[in-house]
């Protein structure tokens, strides 16, 4: 058992400064005299020290977009588009890396892009064929159009919902 | 430091001070988080999480000097229950506090830490119970007062004092030992 002097948790709370004046004067005078104390206090301030050194996490450069969008904030840049376009690190980025990509591998992506182009009609006609062939028909157009109103409607409804549900959970 | 006119500006409603709220803060957050969940992933989700109760709550902070407090208990209540979800939340067995009390003072060799023993003190913070985690990680990473992290884990001030040294205990005990 530890006599009352040789408080190890006295010790812990004095690297930290955390004592009072005259609880800090005491460990000091204790540490003039014990070997052990000051042995573990040393060991102590080591440990302290290194565990402060430990590497903290990076931070991402979007998280702050991505903690504003998960609010549903907007950038407060975005009432100026123009001035909120060209402040953005995003957009730099992008044609920093664009540039990287079409300085050497210009030739290759527009020839890329050509072929495309010219096998277009080729595409088009192939998913044609396959399609799901419903002829036009005042009917047919009627019931198309609600199809497509039916499940924006739905997409746009089923995102409230859940957007309102889970800001209320996290709320709580 | 937290800017006490930024937090009323916040407070008041204005939308451009709550990003740069964000960008001032969002470090120490994820450090509070990730050292206490150690998983990047969950780190930054518990993030998004504190500020949406942050934008949410603001109001019914009492005083602005209040927000540093506030801001851990957010951030750790809410890295807390996902340890508890994620299955990984550790609470302290019995024998383990027993064995702390002497391990500073009984061990006969000289210690001192070399580059491998730092390399696995991280994982080693790892095997800490949360809540000693927790309190280890605010005092040395963020320098929060015994009485701050009394106030973020809601814990009498000696709690703070006994977690704290406990902590290093474990930690040194672990190290000592070679290991997990």
Redesign the interface.
């Given at each position: 058992m530890a006599e009352f002097n040789c408080c190890e948790e006295n010790l812990s709370a004095y690297i930290d400064n955390e004592l009072s004046e005259d609880e800090a004067r005491m460990v000091e005078m204790h540490l003039q005299t014990c070997f052990r104390c000051n042995k573990a206090i040393h060991e102590m301030a080591l440990l302290s020290e290194a565990v402060g050194e430990l590497n903290r996490p990076a931070m991402d450069p979007l998280l702050t977009m991505r903690i504003l969008n998960h609010l549903g904030i907007k950038d407060a840049n975005a009432e100026v588009p123009l001035t909120g376009l060209f402040e953005s690190w995003g957009i730099l980025s992008l044609a920093a890396i664009s540039m990287m990509l079409i300085m050497p591998y210009g030739y290759a992506f527009l020839r890329l892009m050509y072929t495309i182009y010219n096998k277009i009609v080729l595409l088009l006609t192939v998913t044609v064929h396959f399609s799901w062939r419903i002829p036009f028909g005042q009917v047919n157009n009627i019931l198309g159009i609600i199809f497509m109103i039916g499940a924006i409607i739905a997409f746009y409804g089923f995102g409230r919902v859940y957007w309102g549900m889970s800001k209320k959970e996290l709320a709580s | 430091m937290i800017d006490v006119i930024l937090i009323n500006q916040v407070k008041a409603g204005d939308?451009?001070a709550?990003?740069r709220l964000?960008?001032n803060t969002?470090?120490t957050g994820?450090?509070i988080a990730?050292g206490i969940l150690h998983d990047?992933s969950d780190?930054?989700e518990v993030?998004?999480?504190a500020?949406?109760?942050i934008?949410?709550?603001i109001q019914k902070l009492k005083s602005a000097e209040a927000f540093r407090s506030w801001f851990g208990k957010i951030i750790t209540h809410l890295a807390f229950r996902r340890s508890k979800l994620n299955g990984r939340f550790k609470q302290i067995p019995l024998d383990e506090v027993t064995e702390i009390?002497?391990t500073?003072?009984d061990?006969p060799e000289?210690?001192?830490?070399k580059q491998e023993e730092?390399d696995i003190?991280?994982k080693i913070?790892e095997t800490l119970p949360d809540e000693y985690r927790a309190a280890?990680i605010l005092?040395?990473?963020e320098g929060y007062?015994?009485r701050e992290i009394s106030e973020v884990l809601d814990i009498p001030l000696g709690t703070v004092?006994?977690r704290?040294?406990s902590a290093?205990?474990m930690?040194?005990k672990k190290?000592k030992r070679g290991g997990l």
């Open positions: - | 939308r451009a709550f990003e964000v960008e969002r470090q994820l450090n990730y990047r780190a930054e993030l998004q999480e500020y949406l109760q934008y949410l709550n009390e002497s500073f003072i061990s000289e210690f001192t830490l730092r003190l991280f913070l280890l005092r040395e990473w007062s015994y004092k006994s704290i040294f290093r205990g930690l040194l190290l």
